[in-house]
């Protein structure tokens, strides 16, 4: 059987969060969501929302920061604030899962957050969503991300992306006419 992956990335985002919630709970499709605690700060009943949903909500950091500009002092303080900042959102603990901010990351960066018991995760498919002032058209998103998909994939998207929102669900869909299910980030740490 073939499985991906959903995760989406610098959320949440007050606009395109929302839509990209409702349809993943209207399929009954699993994501991981890595946030910035800037912006859950700003929206927590989108965090309470996607744990309600049986969501995973990871860290992307509290300021997003250049892990390789920022000293490990700081990163690490960025960390644990984005971590204390869930727990006073939620009353729970932030899932253990980790995605440094623009792929960006050192080997002590990546040593600090497997010490803190933290799983840090990439991706295999991507594409350019990511800037909010220029986005790409569908057809760019469908050409970029239809072709490339594959077995095992872990898909990055923009939780912050007018793009993502208008084409998950035709995307979605297409994934699944091809064959595609939904995985999680969990069941890839439990198979090890």
Request: aromatic share 10%; with cysteine; charged share 20%.
């Amino acid at each position: 059987m073939k499985s991906l992956v959903l995760t989406f990335d610098d959320g949440p985002d007050i606009r395109y969060t929302p839509v990209l919630l409702d349809l993943l709970k209207h399929e009954n499709i699993p994501a991981t969501f890595f946030v910035v605690g800037n912006h859950a700060g700003n929206h927590p009943e989108l965090i309470r929302q996607m744990i309600a949903d049986g969501h995973t909500v990871g860290s992307h950091t509290m300021s997003h920061k250049n892990a390789l500009l920022s000293g490990p002092a700081f990163v690490r303080r960025d960390f644990e604030a984005c971590t204390r900042l869930h727990r006073e959102l939620t009353g729970q603990e932030m899932t253990k899962f980790y995605r440094p901010p623009q792929g960006k990351y050192s080997e002590q960066n990546l040593k600090m957050a497997n010490d803190m018991g933290y799983h840090t995760f990439f991706w295999s498919l991507a594409y350019v969503d990511w800037y909010t002032d220029k986005q790409p058209t569908r057809e760019q998103a469908f050409d970029k991300l239809l072709p490339r998909i594959h077995p095992g994939a872990i898909v990055l998207l923009h939780s912050t992306s007018s793009t993502n929102a208008e084409i998950l669900d035709e995307l979605l869909s297409k994934w699944e006419a091809s064959g595609y299910t939904f995985g999680t980030l969990e069941e890839l740490v439990q198979a090890g």
